[in-house]
């Protein structure tokens, strides 16, 4: 068994600053770096691709709702081609700081409120993945394990990763808990890495109404902002190697080397 442990990043100076990032990296394999939506900037990007390039981690962009008031967990009613763009110049916001390194972009996945906007409406997520269409067809693209998303990224001509997490607790149909409730996010370390197991495994989760989910997944997620966020990653990378289980990142990626050209 082997599967992609992934965490979003770049989206908080002080955790970059102080360490609290970096400390995440050796349970992870890949990174979801904000690149300008909902946060980050050329300074975040450029030190967050530092710290994955020095434990060797898959990069990729991280857009979301260019509504960084709310962290991009707001819904916005924005037209289609409006998305399109903004997912475009955030994914090459990243891919010129990744140049700058000699760094390749492996993954595109969207963030909070786009995400779980596109998960049931096929029409947002094709707008998604023709802007990252605007730069590459190469970048796999990820989304919720199950959901009709993963099939309008397939219908765009890109390979779909599916997604499951550790921290998060799930509806009945599959789909996240809103934050909006306390139980929403899983915070002992434990608990997310027993969930993060019978994932790998193909066994599924447990719902909040009790009900079984089957989730087949390629990559799992680890909020890099959930509280004790570094002791749950290394709970669940520990949890999941003891088991049997390797962790290596997702294979592609568009190459965007030093040098190269960024449309």
């Known amino acids: 068994m082997h599967i992609d442990l992934n965490c979003d990043m770049g989206e908080i100076p002080e955790q970059i600053a102080d360490g609290t990032q970096e400390s995440l990296m050796p349970s992870i394999t890949s990174v979801n770096i904000a690149c300008g939506g909902h946060a980050g900037d050329e300074n975040t990007m450029k030190a967050t691709i530092e710290q994955a390039r020095r434990w060797n981690l898959a990069i990729g ?8 008031e709310n962290f991009g967990r707001r819904s916005l009613n924005l037209p289609l081609e409006e998305i399109e763009r903004t997912v475009f110049e955030q994914v090459r916001a990243l891919a010129q700081a990744a140049s700058s390194s000699a760094a390749e972009l492996v993954h595109v996945k969207p963030h909070g409120m786009l995400y ?17 269409a605007r ?25 779909a990763a599916a997604e499951s997490f550790a921290d998060r607790r799930y509806e009945a149909d599959g789909t996240l808990r809103s934050r909006n409730f306390d139980d929403a996010l899983i915070r002992d370390p434990e608990q997310a890495a027993e969930q993060a197991l019978r994932i790998a495994r193909g066994e599924g989760a447990t719902a909040v109404s009790g009900s079984k989910l089957e989730l087949r997944a390629d990559t799992i997620c680890i909020h890099g902002d959930t509280p ?7 709970a669940v990378a520990r949890k999941l190697r003891q088991n049997g289980v390797l962790l290596r990142p997702l294979a592609g990626g568009g190459r965007t080397p030093a ?4 449309p």
Not at 61 to 68: F, K, L, V
Not at 147 to 153: D, I, R, T
Not at 228 to 234: N, Q, R, S, V
Not at 259 to 262: A, F, L, N, P
Request: glycine share 14%; no cysteine; net charge positive.
């Open 61 to 68: 962009a991280h857009p979301g709702y260019p509504d960084r």
């Open 259 to 262: 040098g190269s050209r960024i």
């Open 116 to 132: 779980n906007d596109a998960v049931n409406r096929p029409e947002l997520a094709r707008a998604i993945a023709r802007g990252v």
């Open 228 to 234: 004790g966020a570094p002791g749950i990653a290394a």
């Open 135 to 159: 730069f590459s067809r190469d970048l796999v693209l990820v989304g919720l394990a199950g959901s009709p998303m993963l099939e309008a990224f397939r219908d765009a001509g890109f390979r």
